[in-house]
């Protein structure tokens, strides 16, 4: 490879300053110095969202970036990478994304001139690097299409504009930013459903369907009874904005943190929590994420019970072929003691559903959106009974 003794600089820079937790926030868009310029073209990472990598210019028209996640020891592989570039007419561009600690997961999502389906992309036979060729102009080129925060508070404001729906703010991450809720239905309904999402910063697919899902249940905002949503979009403010592959600003990983609450994000969620009059209680709890394949994760044999069942039966029992372009699976996972995640910590802390909603990677955006709506049109339904959910252990 060229450069290599440059690019293994670079690499073990980077090994270097991983693990570090900064505590005060951190300028974005990153340093200039992560860039790469020719007589004819430009990468850069000058965005919210952009990766955290090092280019390495191997020509003109060519380079290398290096894909690393952000803190140490090696994490979830879910390598992240979204860069900036901008030529001059004529030939085109390659691009080498090279993996630190992670193989290639995510074929290249383009936005610019045409669509990313125009996009040449060779995976190496060791699945450590992907080779994009891109055409003569300017884009955006990232793992998944570009889920900024700003997004994010257009569901926001979109939606705590209808009657019945109320924006908060929990609290704020490492960086300042805020974690954002939106509570619908009425502040004083006794029972209390918990969603969340976006703890981890590349699960693009599974903020697509909680973004469809919110919206029908906040169209219902005016019918919900005894029933109030709380619902909290984007945990991970400053892993969004910076692009990292799972951690927050803090260096963990959120959904390791439900119970233990160490970081100031899951812990403003268990404040607001805490706070809660004794006359309001959790009825059931959805986190929404990205793997490969769509699928739910509920609660296994050794820790359900009959008004669980009911309650799955009802919401998603006989549909995973039911919905056009959306298949799905549903696996029982019985909790690991002490692992931290939300699907595990609410349903032992309130004995309550806790479920983990999978959307798969590359699957179809337009099946997801409509795939959501009929779901949570399900959910409300099967959430109206209270037989159909436990009470909250005393």
Same mark, same amino acid.
């Given at each position: 490879?060229?450069?290599?003794?440059?690019?293994? #600089?670079?690499?073990?820079?980077?090994?270097?300053?991983?693990?570090?937790?900064?505590? =005060?926030?951190?300028?974005?868009?990153?340093?200039?110095?992560?860039?790469? =310029?020719?007589?004819?073209?430009?990468?850069?990472?000058?965005?919210? %969202?952009?990766?955290?990598?090092?280019?390495?210019?191997?020509?003109?028209?060519?380079?290398?970036?290096?894909?690393?996640?952000?803190?140490?020891?090696?994490?979830?592989?879910?390598?992240?990478?979204?860069?900036?570039?901008?030529?001059?007419?004529?030939?085109? #561009?390659?691009?080498?994304?090279?993996?630190?600690?992670?193989?290639?997961?995510?074929?290249?999502?383009?936005? %610019?001139?045409?669509?990313?389906?125009?996009?040449?992309? &060779?995976?190496?036979?060791?699945?450590?690097?992907?080779?994009?060729?891109?055409?003569?102009?300017?884009?955006?080129?990232?793992?998944?299409?570009?889920?900024? %925060? =700003?997004?994010?508070?257009?569901? #926001?404001?979109?939606?705590?504009?209808?009657?019945?729906?109320?924006?908060?703010?929990?609290?704020?991450?490492?960086?300042?930013?805020?974690?954002? &809720?939106?509570?619908?239905?009425?502040?004083?309904?006794?029972?209390?459903?918990?969603?969340?999402?976006?703890?981890?910063?590349?699960?693009?697919?599974?903020?697509?369907?909680?973004?469809?899902?919110?919206?029908?249940?906040?169209?219902? &905002?005016?019918?919900?009874?005894?029933?109030?949503?709380?619902?909290?979009?984007?945990?991970?403010?400053?892993?969004?904005?910076?692009?990292?592959?799972?951690?927050?600003?803090?260096?963990?990983?959120?959904?390791?943190?439900? %119970?233990?609450?160490?970081?100031?994000?899951?812990?403003?969620?268990?404040?607001?929590?805490?706070?809660?009059?004794?006359?309001?209680?959790?009825?059931?709890?959805?986190?929404?994420?990205?793997?490969?394949?769509? #699928?739910?994760?509920?609660?296994?044999?050794?820790?359900?019970?009959?008004?669980?069942?009911?309650?799955?039966?009802?919401?998603?029992?006989?549909?995973?072929?039911?919905?056009?372009?959306?298949?799905? =699976?549903?696996?029982?996972?019985?909790?690991?003691?002490?692992?931290?995640?939300?699907?595990?910590?609410?349903?032992?802390?309130?004995?309550?559903?806790?479920?983990?909603?999978?959307?798969?990677?590359?699957?179809?955006?337009?099946?997801?959106?409509?795939?959501?709506?009929?779901?949570?049109?399900?959910?409300?339904?099967?959430?109206?009974?209270?037989?159909?959910?436990?009470?909250?252990?005393?």
């Amino acid at each position: 490879m060229k450069n290599l003794t440059r690019y293994g #600089l670079i690499a073990v820079a980077l090994a270097a300053g991983a693990g570090v937790r900064a505590e =005060t926030p951190a300028p974005l868009p990153p340093s200039p110095e992560t860039a790469c =310029t020719t007589a004819s073209a430009e990468i850069a990472f000058d965005f919210e %969202g952009a990766s955290q990598s090092r280019c390495v210019i191997e020509g003109d028209r060519e380079f290398s970036i290096l894909v690393a996640p952000e803190h140490a020891p090696p994490i979830n592989p879910s390598p992240w990478y979204a860069f900036r570039y901008a030529s001059q007419p004529g030939a085109d #561009l390659t691009v080498h994304v090279r993996y630190l600690e992670a193989k290639h997961r995510y074929p290249p999502k383009w936005r %610019g001139r045409g669509d990313a389906g125009s996009l040449a992309a &060779a995976v190496a036979e060791d699945g450590k690097s992907v080779t994009i060729t891109l055409p003569a102009g300017n884009g955006i080129v990232s793992s998944q299409e570009i889920f900024d %925060g =700003t997004r994010h508070a257009r569901l #926001l404001d979109e939606l705590a504009a209808k009657e019945g729906v109320e924006r908060l703010s929990l609290g704020a991450s490492h960086d300042g930013r805020p974690i954002e &809720a939106l509570r619908i239905g009425r502040p004083d309904a006794p029972r209390l459903v918990i969603l969340l999402g976006r703890a981890h910063p590349p699960e693009v697919s599974g903020a697509v369907a909680m973004e469809a899902f919110l919206r029908r249940i906040a169209s219902e &905002a005016g019918s919900l009874g005894d029933t109030q949503v709380i619902a909290i979009p984007l945990l991970n403010p400053d892993g969004v904005a910076r692009g990292h592959w799972r951690a927050n600003r803090g260096g963990l990983d959120l959904n390791r943190d439900w %119970g233990e609450f160490t970081q100031p994000e899951t812990r403003a969620v268990g404040d607001w929590l805490a706070a809660l009059p004794p006359t309001i209680r959790p009825v059931a709890m959805v986190d929404f994420h990205s793997t490969e394949r769509n #699928l739910f994760y509920v609660q296994g044999e050794k820790e359900t019970d009959r008004a669980q069942e009911r309650f799955l039966a009802e919401w998603l029992g006989g549909q995973e072929q039911a919905i056009e372009g959306y298949p799905f =699976t549903i696996e029982r996972r019985n909790a690991n003691p002490g692992s931290g995640t939300s699907k595990n910590w609410f349903n032992v802390t309130y004995g309550i559903p806790a479920y983990t909603y999978e959307v798969g990677d590359e699957t179809d955006r337009s099946a997801i959106a409509r795939a959501a709506s009929v779901l949570a049109e399900r959910f409300l339904t099967a959430i109206a009974e209270p037989d159909r959910v436990p009470s909250s252990p005393e």
